[in-house]
T-cell receptor, first 116, second 113 residues
């Protein structure tokens, strides 16, 4: 049972380079999320998606793009990497169905990204 | 805006109880959550409480909710070295609930043998 799978686990980028962080889930969850985790700052929501073809901005979307062409995949794209994007990135999914249900999130193991 | 606050560090001895505290700003939160993050791993849901409850117990874990003070706590009884991790409080805010959570900064729990 794979759950939420993220690749790569580690990456070093030079300023101005681009890359895509991959995320896939095999639980048929409608909701998927990208968070970044900075030391002592908790998790901040970058983008989320409520289903295939639908994405929306979270708290800190600047410098990132996402797409959701299938239920399973939710890649995060960094177009022009900056040192401020050095962080640990987590993808998550949930079977959220509305305000009467709880939002149990299933997390991937994270991608540690350094921009130098 | 919406916010969730936690203290950053707690150290206890093995066998003692641990109490991790959290405050939040939005009284309309429907569910409040505790997640655990072990080194090098993603977050895992530990437990959650619905906003119309005051307390929830799940084996060694007790969650207390004080809605008046907007205060949430997680008590771990008989703390073990395997409980050493970062614990995150999280809340879903607003009546237009869309499945988004706001996380606190995380409390690092250190358990000394």
């Amino acid at each position: 049972n794979a759950g939420v799978t993220q690749t790569p686990k580690f990456r070093i980028l030079k300023i101005g380079q681009s890359m895509t962080l991959q995320c896939t889930q095999d639980m048929n969850h409608n909701y998927m999320y990208w968070y970044r985790q900075d030391p002592g700052m908790g998790l901040k929501l970058i983008y989320y998606s409520v289903g295939a073809g639908i994405t929306d901005k979270g708290e800190v979307p600047n410098g990132y793009n996402v797409s959701r062409s299938t239920t399973e995949d939710f890649p995060l794209r960094l177009e022009l990497a900056a040192p401020s994007q050095t962080s640990v990135y987590f993808c998550a999914s949930s079977s959220f169905r509305g305000s009467a249900t709880n939002e149990k999130l299933f997390f991937g193991s994270g991608t540690q990204l350094s921009v130098l | 805006g919406e916010d969730v606050e936690q203290s950053l560090f707690l150290s206890v001895r093995e066998g003692d109880s641990s109490v991790i505290n959290c405050t939040y700003t939005d009284s309309s939160s429907t569910y409040l959550y505790w997640y655990k993050q072990e080194p090098g791993a993603g977050l895992q849901l530990l437990t959650y409480i619905f906003s119309n409850m005051d307390m929830k117990q799940d084996q060694r874990l007790t969650v207390l909710l004080n809605k008046k003070d907007k205060h949430l706590s997680l008590r771990i009884a008989d703390t073990q070295t395997g409980d050493s991790a970062i614990y995150f409080c999280a809340a879903a805010f607003g009546s237009g609930n869309t499945g988004k959570l706001i996380f606190g900064q995380g409390t690092t729990l250190q358990v000394k043998p």
